[in-house]
């Protein structure tokens, strides 16, 4: 069982670099996430989905922008990276909010430069 | 804001040994509480979930206790093993948080031969 896919799991951008990270998932799941981990912050969600086509803002959105055209994948993407953004990148997903648990991918680790 | 509290930030026991994790969160009104296990440079994997209306589950040698009233989560884990070394985070759905899990900063386990 793959479960959720990150891809890719390691990059080094410049400053001022574009990039897209993908989620994929295969779980059939509503639900979709994107967090960044920080030493000392700990988890902080950046934006979800709770369908198909929708999209909204969690916790630390600015700077980043998502979008979720096919239910199975969920992407995450910077625009103009800053050193601020470097993090590890975690996508998960859950079939409902309230009732099960969230499954996550194994990470993202981006360094700006 | 949520804030969930992990204590110790650190432990180290020797095999075999029994014992405790302990979450604290600020606002009662949960959806559910869920434990995860995160090794290094890997993401998390889900252990227990809780909902708001269970007072604790199991699974193998883990249990989690829920008490809302308090705004307290344990994770015992029984007779401990090398293999448990990892950082174990707990995490609280708000009822009225919108979609965020809100994650603490985990403690950090070492189980030694």
């Known amino acids: 069982n793959a479960g959720v896919t990150q891809t890719p799991k390691f990059r080094v951008l410049k400053t001022g670099q574009s990039m897209t990270l993908l989620c994929a998932q295969d779980?059939?799941?509503?639900?979709m996430y994107w967090y960044r981990q920080d030493p000392g912050m700990g988890l902080r969600l950046i934006h979800y989905?709770?369908?198909?086509?929708?999209?909204a803002k969690g916790e630390v959105p600015d700077g980043y922008n998502v979008s979720r055209l096919k239910k199975q994948n969920f992407l995450l993407g910077l625009e103009s990276a800053a050193p601020s953004q470097t993090s590890v990148y975690f996508c998960?997903?859950?079939?409902?909010?309230?009732?099960?648990?969230?499954?996550f991918g194994q990470g993202t680790r981006l360094t700006v430069v | 804001k949520q804030e969930v509290t992990q204590i110790p930030a650190a432990l180290s026991v020797p095999e075999g040994e029994n014992l405790v994790l302990n979450c604290s969160f600020t606002?009662?009104?949960?959806?559910?509480l869920q434990w995860f296990r995160q090794d290094p440079g890997k993401g998390l994997t889900s252990l227990l979930l809780?909902?708001?209306?269970?007072r604790e589950q199991t699974s193998g040698r883990l249990n989690a206790s829920l008490d809302k009233s308090s705004g307290r989560s344990t994770l015992y884990i029984a007779a401990s093993q090398p293999g448990d070394s990892a950082t174990y985070l707990c995490?609280?759905?708000?009822?009225?948080?919108?979609?965020?899990?809100?994650f603490g900063k985990g403690t950090s386990l070492l189980v030694t031969p």
């Open positions: 998960a997903s859950s079939q409902t909010l309230m009732r099960t648990e969230a499954f």
């Open positions: 779980m059939n799941h509503e639900y």
């Open positions: 989905s709770v369908g198909e086509g929708t999209t």
């Open positions: 606002d009662s009104a949960i959806y559910n």
């Open positions: 809780i909902q708001s209306s269970q």
């Open positions: 995490a609280s759905l708000l009822s009225n948080s919108g979609y965020a899990l809100n």
